[in-house]
């Protein structure tokens, strides 16, 4: 099982959120270029990076950093953060990024997700935010009455590296991972599935390796000391 760890780039920041409420953020340092470095030095290579502003719709000083991270860090990354379109989706691709991670687009406008995903197999990862039993878009602000069966229904077929799950209502909660959630989408895709929400303890990463995932991405408790990156990767080795 991969284990990534997460940086959340807000303001040019490296930043937390709980439950994916704004209004709840945690600055956990100024420059995230050295935060991935950190990171690339406890022995992970692939890293999660959102662009929260990005996911807003907003306009930020994001982009030059999560490209330092890209082409500076020797990491594989996965950005994430209002890709909506083609072009903001090659452009991440063009510059280094391994994958790119859609998720608004994924649920709303499932034409031009597969569009991006079968020009670029194994480079597109989709997003399935829940909230409860509800996806969330638009950087985790709006919910959307689409079944999760009949969304990962129209992924089956597509070249996707891998579906993200996200229980936003454990985010930055340290709460534990929902692994009934978990085992539910993994009966329902063939796809890898990354999970991520809750992690608080080296027991948590055990039990999403032991459910099934292929991945894990780990944010909060590697800032707060609860996780250990070093003993997280020799965890699941």
């Not at 082409?71 to 790119?100: C, K, M, N, P, Y």
């Not at 597109?124 to 996806?135: K, S, W």
């Not at 590296?161 to 989408?185: F, N, Y």
Request: proline share 3%; aromatic share 4%; charged share 25%.
């Amino acid at each position: 099982m991969l284990v990534i760890p997460a940086i959340d780039i807000r303001g040019g920041r490296a930043v937390r959120l709980t439950r994916g409420d704004f209004d709840q953020e945690t600055v956990y340092g100024d420059d995230p270029v050295a935060i991935a470095r950190s990171h690339r030095a406890a022995g992970a290579w692939r890293i999660h990076v959102v662009d929260l502003d990005a996911a807003l719709g907003r306009s930020g000083d994001n982009r030059e950093v999560v490209k330092r991270v890209v082409s500076e860090t020797g990491f594989e990354v996965q950005v994430a953060g209002g890709i909506r379109d083609r072009a903001t989706a090659e452009a991440w691709l063009e510059v280094g990024a391994a994958a790119v991670v859609m998720g608004t687009v994924a649920v709303r406008d499932p034409d031009l997700f597969a569009a991006v995903a079968e020009q670029h197999p194994d480079r597109v990862m989709g997003a399935l935010d829940l909230r409860g039993a509800t996806p969330q878009v638009s950087g985790w602000t709006e919910g959307e009455a689409t079944a999760v069966e009949e969304l990962l229904a129209s992924w089956a077929e597509l070249p996707l590296a891998a579906v993200i799950l996200t229980s936003v209502d454990r985010d930055g909660s340290l709460a534990g991972p929902d692994l009934e959630a978990l085992a539910r989408i993994l009966v329902l895709t063939r796809h890898r599935v990354i999970y991520g929400g809750g992690i608080g303890s080296l027991e948590d990463v055990r039990a999403v390796a032991a459910a099934g995932a292929g991945g894990v991405i780990i944010g909060k408790a590697i800032y707060e000391g609860r996780v250990d990156l070093v003993g997280a990767l020799a965890s699941v080795d």
